[in-house]
């Protein structure tokens, strides 16, 4: 005989069968919505925190709408917009990440000419760098 949380699976799995589920923009907004509870739950004016608190349900109910939605199409269009969105955000953000934990093996400069970020070992002293993107050789110094 199948226990309780057996059939529970099975049933949940047959519920799920052709609906959308969990992706990166619903995990997004789930933890906007946490984030603007906190803040509505700390925040001093009623009135903002009844505010916070309604954008925050108004989020979690989104959420839950997409990740039960049938129009597969239609929510991986939605959170193929949201990933290139976040990747104009994440990318610079993990770059200034690693260049502080390197900062003390390597200084960061960028191209006078085309503006990309390049790096040179510290202590090699004057050196002649090539750009990698666009060619242009200068002077440095590491």
Request: charged share 20%; net charge positive.
């Amino acid at each position: 005989m199948q226990s309780f949380w057996t059939k529970f699976k099975a049933g949940v799995a047959r519920f799920m069968q052709g609906r959308y589920g969990p992706d990166q923009l619903g995990l997004a907004v789930i933890w906007a919505s946490i984030i603007l509870n906190l803040a509505g739950a700390v925040s001093g004016s009623l009135a903002v925190s009844g505010a916070l608190n309604l954008i925050s349900t108004v989020g979690w109910v989104w959420a839950v709408w997409r990740l039960l939605s049938k129009d597969r199409q239609k929510r991986f269009a939605e959170n193929q917009w949201f990933l290139t969105r976040w990747a104009k955000i994440k990318t610079p953000v993990m770059q200034a990440v690693a260049r502080f934990k390197n900062r003390k093996k390597y200084v960061y400069f960028t191209c006078p000419q085309c503006g990309m970020k390049l790096r040179l070992p510290r202590g090699v002293g004057n050196v002649t760098v090539k750009c990698s993107k666009c060619g242009h050789s200068f002077e440095k110094k590491a």
